[in-house]
């Protein structure tokens, strides 16, 4: 069974941390995009970030800049979301998703339609 599982989130203080993994099973990440998206209650689904198979080429979204970064370790199939200065905004059930068709993020990487397989989500709630 092709499975990417999410990790890490958990009930954090606005201003704190929190890192969160995303590690595939039954296939290999190494060649695909992969994208972070988070869902608040009666919100869509947002894009957070991106990162291309080499994880050289990273993508954010305007809300996370220079607060989150994404990062990924290909020798350990899994990728990345280092969350800092969190927001009471910042709460949501988090999600990674993989892109089977191609390696880079492109102008669409925020599109959830993009991509082909996801994650079952973790909730980060961010309060005080």
């Known amino acids: 069974q092709l499975q990417l599982v999410e990790s890490g989130g958990g009930l954090v203080q606005p201003g704190g941390s929190l890192r969160l993994s995303c590690a595939a099973s039954?296939?290999?990440?190494?060649?695909?995009?992969i994208g972070w998206f988070r869902q608040a209650p009666g919100k869509e689904r947002e894009g957070v970030s991106c990162?291309?198979?080499?994880?050289?080429?990273?993508d954010y979204g305007d809300s996370v800049k220079g607060r989150f970064t994404i990062s990924r370790d290909n020798a350990k199939n899994t990728v990345y979301l280092q969350m800092n200065s969190l927001k009471a905004e910042d709460t949501a059930v988090y999600y990674c998703a993989a892109h089977t068709r191609r390696s880079f993020c492109g102008s669409q990487w925020s599109a959830p339609t993009d991509y082909d397989y996801w994650g079952q989500g973790t909730q980060d709630t961010v309060s005080s």
């Open positions: 039954g296939f290999t990440l190494n060649y695909y995009a």
């Open positions: 990162i291309e198979s080499s994880g050289f080429s990273t």
